[in-house]
C-alpha cells in the first residue's frame, strides 16, 4: 500500500446465510483503495452492498473473506483489544438521524461516550469537550442539556457528526448522511462535512445514492451494480466521461436544473430493462447484461475485470478491454494456481 493510502481492501467479498443453503452475495470481490485526506464516493442502487462495504472496514461485521489494511496495517488480523483502541481512529455517521441516538440520553451524554470510553478525562474536561463539538459543528453548547426528540432531522445528524469526530478520527463512513433529510439541509451538512474535514484532515468514504451530492463532496467515485465495482475515476472524470452503461444509465436518470439540459438528457436517456437480479442468484458473466441495451453475446459468458481504461479511470466492462487489470484480477490469479 502506498504512502498516501488510508485504506486499501482487496477482493473484499461479504455473503450472508440464507434458507435451505443458499447465500445472499452482497459483495464479491471488490478492490479499492481511499487516500488519505480524500473523500471517496460509493454510489449504486440499494442492495447493491455499499453499506455492506462501510461496515466490513469498520469491522461491525466480519468479511467472508479478502484483506483490509488500514494505515499499513492488517485489520482483519487484529484481536479485541487492538480493534478496540484502532476504533478512535475509525467512526461511523449513520443514516437515520432519528434511529441513531439514544431516546433516553441526553445529547451531553451522547457525544460525551466515546470519550468516556476512550480518554481519562474528568467530569468537567469531558463537558467541556462536548461544548467544543456543538460548536464545531454549529449547535450551541446548551443544548447539550436536552434530549434528541427536541431537535429536527438536521439538527440531530449534526449531533451524530459531533459523536462520530468527539476522538478525533482519521477515517469516517459516511452511511448515507443526507438522504433522510430534506434537500435544504441536505447541502448543509455537506457543507459541514467539507469543513471538518479541511480543518481536521479527516478521510471520508461517503456512501449515497444521490449522485448530486456526490459530485459536489467526492474526491473519487466508485459506482456499485449487484455486489461488484463497475467503475472507479475521479469524480469529474465520472460525471463528464462515464465509461460503464451503468454509470451512464444511473446519470442518465438524475434530473437536469436546466429545462434545456434536461430535455436533451431525456433524448439521450440510457434505458434500462427490467428489475436489478437478486443477489441470492446473480447473472453469470457480466451481472449487468440482463439490462444493458448495449450488451453483447460474450457479456453473458466472460465476468469482466476491473482495467484501468485511462489513467486512474476504471471500468469492468467488455466495452472498454484496453488497459491493465485491477489488483483484484491479480489477486485471483495468484490464489488459483
Given at each position: 500500500m502506498g504512502q498516501s493510502e488510508l485504506i486499501e481492501i482487496r477482493d473484499l467479498t461479504?455473503?450472508?446465510?440464507?434458507?435451505?443453503?443458499a447465500v445472499v452475495r452482497a459483495v464479491d470481490g471488490v478492490t479499492f483503495s481511499i487516500r488519505r485526506g480524500e473523500t471517496l464516493g460509493l454510489v449504486g442502487e440499494s442492495g447493491c452492498g455499499k453499506t455492506t462495504i462501510g461496515r466490513c472496514l469498520l469491522r461491525l461485521i466480519e468479511p467472508t473473506s479478502g484483506a483490509i489494511s488500514f494505515d499499513n496495517r492488517d485489520l482483519l488480523a487484529l484481536g479485541r483489544g487492538e480493534l478496540r483502541r484502532l476504533r478512535r481512529r475509525m467512526q461511523i455517521i449513520f443514516q437515520d438521524p432519528y434511529s441513531s441516538l439514544n431516546p433516553r440520553m441526553k445529547v451531553g451524554a451522547i457525544i460525551g461516550e466515546p470519550l468516556s470510553i476512550h480518554e481519562s478525562l474528568t467530569r468537567q474536561q469531558r463537558r467541556d469537550r462536548v461544548a467544543e463539538?456543538?460548536?464545531?459543528?454549529?449547535?450551541?453548547?446548551?443544548?447539550?442539556?436536552?434530549?434528541?426528540?427536541?431537535?429536527?432531522?438536521?439538527?440531530?445528524?449534526?449531533?451524530?457528526?459531533?459523536?462520530?469526530?468527539?476522538?478525533?478520527?482519521?477515517?469516517?463512513?459516511?452511511?448515507e448522511p443526507v438522504s433522510a433529510l430534506d434537500v435544504s439541509v441536505q447541502a448543509q451538512i455537506v457543507n459541514l462535512m467539507q469543513d471538518l474535514q479541511s480543518q481536521f484532515g479527516l478521510t471520508y468514504l461517503f456512501i449515497s445514492h444521490g449522485l448530486a451530492v456526490v459530485e459536489h463532496i467526492s474526491t473519487r467515485v466508485g459506482v456499485m451494480y449487484l455486489g461488484k465495482l463497475v467503475e472507479l475515476a475521479p469524480a469529474a472524470e465520472i460525471y463528464s466521461n462515464p465509461l460503464h452503461?451503468?454509470?451512464?444509465?444511473?446519470?442518465?436518470?438524475?434530473?437536469?436544473?436546466?429545462?434545456?439540459?434536461?430535455?436533451?438528457?431525456?433524448?439521450?436517456?440510457?434505458?434500462?430493462?427490467?428489475?436489478?437480479?437478486?443477489?441470492?442468484?446473480?447473472?453469470?458473466?457480466?451481472?449487468?447484461?440482463?439490462?444493458?441495451?448495449?450488451?453483447?453475446?460474450?457479456?453473458?459468458?466472460?465476468?469482466?475485470?476491473?482495467?484501468?481504461?485511462?489513467?486512474?479511470?476504471?471500468?469492468?466492462?467488455?466495452?472498454?478491454?484496453?488497459?491493465?487489470e485491477s489488483p483484484a484480477a491479480t489477486v485471483r490469479s495468484s490464489n488459483n494456481t
Open positions: 461479504k455473503h450472508f446465510p440464507a434458507s435451505r443453503g463539538l456543538l460548536t464545531l459543528v454549529g449547535l450551541a453548547p446548551d443544548y447539550a442539556n436536552r434530549y434528541p426528540h427536541e431537535f429536527s432531522g438536521g439538527q440531530r445528524q449534526r449531533i451524530g457528526i459531533a459523536r462520530a469526530i468527539a476522538l478525533k478520527p482519521d477515517f469516517i463512513v459516511a452511511d452503461p451503468y454509470t451512464q444509465a444511473l446519470l442518465a436518470a438524475s434530473p437536469a436544473p436546466d429545462p434545456d439540459a434536461a430535455r436533451a438528457q431525456k433524448a439521450a436517456r440510457v434505458r434500462l430493462a427490467g428489475d436489478a437480479p437478486t443477489p441470492l442468484n446473480p447473472p453469470s458473466g457480466c451481472r449487468f447484461h440482463t439490462r444493458c441495451p448495449a450488451a453483447i453475446e460474450a457479456c453473458r459468458k466472460e465476468e469482466p475485470p476491473l482495467v484501468e481504461v485511462s489513467p486512474g479511470h476504471w471500468a469492468a466492462c467488455l466495452l472498454h478491454p484496453a488497459g491493465v
